[in-house]
């Protein structure tokens, strides 16, 4: 299976690296970016993507609520939040506001990834 993907975070570089990260899998394919939590619902009304990885602390939208405003308004896609900051409680938080999964960005890799997608509950 291919996941379509759309990758939201405010730093471009981080951006960057994640799409060319996910463009060498034959696992991945990125339908999008945004760079924040508004640009991210205005993607997700324009693309049918599998998956969104987004970022934790982004300038206008906390990344955990925007994975429960994704859980309640697009039911259909999977949420994987991320973080510079490896704190457990994000990952009980992300659970909580109904996110697949949390990985620490220093831990973030295609089959970290696909880990986490196969692990996430059914949307």
């Known amino acids: 299976m ?5 990758l939201v975070d405010d730093d471009p570089l981080f951006r960057d690296w994640l ?3 996910l463009a060498g899998s034959k696992d991945f394919e990125v339908l999008g970016e945004a760079c924040n939590g508004a ?3 205005v993607l997700l009304n324009t693309v049918n993507p599998d998956v969104v990885v987004l970022d934790v602390y982004m300038p206008d939208w906390d990344g955990l609520e925007l ?18 900051h490896s704190d ?3 990952s009980r938080l992300a659970a909580e506001k109904g996110a697949g999964a949390f990985i620490p960005k220093a831990d973030l890799s295609t089959s ?7 692990a996430a509950p059914v949307p």
């Open 67 to 84: 994975a429960q405003h994704i859980k309640t308004h697009f039911p259909g896609i999977k949420t994987i939040v991320t973080s510079s």
């Open 19 to 21: 799409r060319s990260l």
């Open 112 to 118: 970290a990834l696909l880990r986490a997608l196969e």
């Open 88 to 90: 457990r409680v994000y």
């Open 2 to 6: 291919t996941y379509r993907a759309v």
């Open 39 to 41: 640009e991210c619902i």
